[in-house]
T-cell receptor, first 114, second 114 residues
Framework: GNSVTQMEGPVTLSEEAFLTINCTYT??????LFWYVQYPGEGLQLLLK?????DKGSNKGFEATYRKETTSFHLEKGSVQVSDSAVYFCALMNYGGATNKLIFGTGTLLAVQP | SAVISQKPSRDICQRGTSLTIQCQVDSQVTMMFWYRQQPGQSLTLIAT?????????ESGFVIDKFPISRPNLTFSTLTVSNMSPEDSSIYLC???????????FGQGTRLTVV
């Protein structure tokens, strides 16, 4: 079946540090991959996505590349800010059938200290 | 992207009572979903809300406990029935975008059962 395995948190970084949050997946076919972010007390926001192998999604300085050979979609940012403190969820969606469902990883809490 | 309004944003309820959560979208959408996010956990899909027919529930969720209505393409409700403290969670409404390639989320309803 489809599943997402995500790096466990919490991840604590100093401001301007480099961020990597690992995400690997198991899926049949060719899923789309997503990163969502949940700021404290809020719902989920789509951060970035990639729909096919070697695609790179990017937004707000965050990047992730769809690596089919390693079934990975690691999230990176070169210089984090305190405002990036949030929970980050990796997710996949396989299309087809009656509905398109999102499968989420467990989430990674990022805490950025000034 | 779709703008999703969820009400109420939070509530504290007595055990044994029921709460109905509303989800309003600013445009017609084909697919609407309800998720549960238990404290410190990832998101679990409860059901797909189908317009004009019964919702499609995921394993572990039943209609008697989580009745769902979807009278049109812009509105849905989720009721959490006969609540117990174990139902304390964030409940999130989600819709698929126009191209059915990505999902958007409401701000969530933070429910506490005492």
């Amino acid at each position: 079946g489809n599943s997402v395995t995500q790096m466990e948190g919490p991840v604590t970084l100093s401001e301007e540090a480099f961020l990597t949050i690992n995400c690997t997946y198991t899926a049949t076919g060719y899923p789309s991959l997503f990163w969502y972010v949940q700021y404290p007390g809020e719902g989920l926001q789509l951060l970035l996505k990639a729909t096919k192998a070697d695609d790179k999604g990017s937004n707000k300085g965050f990047e992730a590349t769809y690596r089919k050979e390693t079934t990975s979609f690691h999230l990176e940012k070169g210089s984090v800010q305190v405002s990036d403190s949030a929970v980050y969820f990796c997710a996949l969606m396989n299309y087809g059938g009656a509905t398109n469902k999102l499968i989420f990883g467990t989430g990674t809490l990022l805490a950025v200290q000034p | 992207s779709a703008v999703i309004s969820q009400k109420p944003s939070r509530d504290i309820c007595q055990r044994g009572t029921s709460l109905t959560i509303q989800c309003q979208v600013d445009s017609q959408v084909t697919m609407m979903f309800w998720y549960r996010q238990q404290p410190g956990q990832s998101l679990t899909l409860i059901a797909t809300a189908n317009q004009g027919s019964e919702a499609t529930y995921e394993s572990g969720f039943v209609i008697d406990k989580f009745p769902i209505s979807r009278p049109n393409l812009t509105f849905s409700t989720l009721t959490v029935s006969n609540m117990s403290p174990e139902d304390s969670s964030i409940y999130l409404c989600s819709v698929m975008g126009q191209k059915n390639t990505e999902a958007f989320f409401g701000q969530g309803t933070r429910l506490t059962v005492v």
